[in-house]
């Protein structure tokens, strides 16, 4: 069911390909490109257009917004044993996001010199919570929490309607809970390009996070620069390495557990062990056997199932730094003295008893996480995301003189006489 890479001959690290959409399939971004300017150009009447077209659900402008009493009658609608659920995973976030909290700082290298950074919160942010094969309230308090402990004043959560124009009872749940009462019901590009540009019923907001689908990523790239966004957030991917230790139907049961995400995901186990190959695809027949979505999820296993043959451990954690999956399992004897050798990875799961699951709802972590090799250069989302640093500095009479030639000749090497001007301005009698 994996399909095997045999890499013990290479010396470098081995290259796990990516599903990609099959050949003459619509690029996601021409669509995006054209949903983006129309909501950019005709506000809410391109929003309404394309959400009766898209997601089948006919809205009219003053429908578009949720009511605050729905978002709290939505506490009430969901079962108690997820009310806890969501609360939990709320507290335990918030306490790593209040360590991640930067803050101000100044310096003074002379009594007449000051040097420092301001943090200073967004005004305005937007939360994408994706719909459509099932409804994710987790997103809700993995984005909105990290912004509360920014500081950030304004939040506005956008999701895709139902046909019949309502909106997932669990995510306006987790709303309640996370203290978000300005909910949209508009999904897709247009949403994105409604928190981006604005319309009548939207406001604009200055940055825009949380996962979606390839036209939600593609639309986010397209109104980046205007607005602030989060990293790429694509199609899921789990790369687990593993020695004989490793229990083959865990294993079997972790690659299910992403492969149920939908296509073009990656699901890689990477071993030295030849034999642990052959009894996780033994262990995988049985769990996908046993899937409500037995189809989806073998496709997505046949589409993206790889399993990685190296040579040791470290030719196992090269070739995953070189990957830079979105998650990382270490399952292996000694995985936790390992972790200095990753590099590349959005999150790291250590042990047996630390499956992906615990770490997209309650572990502590944050499941937005960079995807598609981005965690080569991007984190996952946290405080960090929903902050600016702003720089300042002073400088007396004295600094400004003990300064001044150094400019000059900086200034004068990149031909630029009016800097070195406005330094000895300050200093001629």
């Given at each position: 069911?994996?399909?095997?890479?045999?890499?013990?001959?290479?010396?470098?690290?081995?290259?796990?390909?990516?599903?990609?959409?099959?050949?003459?399939?619509?690029?996601?971004?021409?669509?995006?490109?054209?949903?983006?300017?129309?909501?950019?150009?005709?506000?809410?009447?391109?929003?309404?257009?394309?959400?009766?077209?898209?997601?089948?659900?006919?809205?009219?402008?003053?429908?578009?917004?949720?009511?605050?009493?729905?978002?709290?009658k939505a506490r009430s609608l969901v079962r108690s044993e997820l009310i806890d659920a969501l609360e939990v995973a709320a507290e335990r976030l918030r306490r790593t996001c209040e360590r991640q909290k930067p803050e101000s700082w100044t310096d003074r290298p002379t009594e007449d010199e000051m040097v420092g950074e301001l943090i200073r919160p967004l005004r305005r942010v937007g939360i994408y919570v994706p719909g459509g094969r099932a409804a994710y309230p987790s997103t809700v308090i993995m984005a909105a929490v990290p912004a509360q402990v920014a500081g950030v004043g304004s939040v506005a959560v956008t999701t895709p309607p139902t046909p019949s124009g309502g909106t997932s009872e669990a995510v306006l749940a987790a709303c309640s809970i996370a203290g978000i009462d300005e909910v949209y019901r508009v999904g897709g590009a247009q949403a994105i390009a409604a928190l981006a540009y604005?319309?009548?019923?939207?406001?604009?907001?200055?940055?825009?996070?949380?996962?979606?689908?390839?036209?939600?990523?593609?639309?986010?790239?397209?109104?980046?620069?205007?607005?602030?966004?989060?990293?790429?957030?694509?199609?899921?991917?789990?790369?687990?390495?593993?020695?004989?230790?490793?229990?083959?139907?865990?294993?079997?049961?972790?690659?299910?557990?992403?492969?149920?995400?939908?296509?073009?995901?990656?699901?890689?186990?990477?071993?030295?062990?030849?034999?642990?190959?052959?009894?996780?695809?033994?262990?995988l027949e049985l769990e996908v056997a046993r899937h409500e979505r037995y189809d989806e999820v073998d496709n997505a296993l046949v589409e993206g199932g790889r399993a990685v043959l190296v040579r040791d451990l470290d030719h196992a954690l090269d070739s995953a730094n070189a990957f830079a999956p979105e998650h990382l399992q270490l399952v292996f004897d000694g995985a936790q003295n390992a972790l200095d050798r990753v590099v590349n990875a959005g999150s790291v799961f250590v042990g047996p008893y630390s499956p992906v699951p615990v770490g997209d709802y309650v572990g502590g972590t944050n499941h937005i996480l960079p995807s598609g090799g981005s965690a080569r250069h991007s984190s996952g989302l946290g405080v960090n995301d929903f902050c600016k640093r702003i720089y300042v500095s002073s400088f007396g009479a004295s600094a400004l003189e003990r300064l001044a030639p150094h400019v000059e000749a900086m200034a004068e090497a990149e031909g630029l006489q009016g800097h070195a001007r406005a330094v000895s301005a300050r200093l001629t009698p």
């Open positions: 069911m994996l399909e095997l890479i045999d890499g013990r001959p290479q010396e470098t690290p081995v290259h796990i390909p990516r599903p990609r959409p099959p050949v003459g399939s619509v690029d996601p971004s021409v669509s995006a490109r054209a949903i983006v300017e129309d909501v950019r150009l005709r506000g809410d009447a391109a929003v309404l257009e394309h959400t009766a077209k898209l997601d089948g659900a006919s809205l009219t402008a003053d429908r578009v917004r949720v009511e605050a009493a729905e978002i709290d604005g319309t009548t019923t939207i406001r604009p907001v200055e940055k825009i996070v949380g996962p979606g689908n390839v036209y939600v990523t593609a639309a986010k790239r397209l109104v980046a620069g205007w607005v602030g966004i989060d990293t790429d957030a694509g199609p899921t991917e789990i790369a687990i390495v593993a020695d004989s230790s490793a229990a083959p139907e865990v294993v079997a049961a972790d690659l299910v557990a992403q492969a149920e995400h939908g296509p073009l995901g990656t699901h890689v186990l990477i071993t030295w062990d030849e034999g642990l190959i052959a009894r996780v695809n033994q262990a």
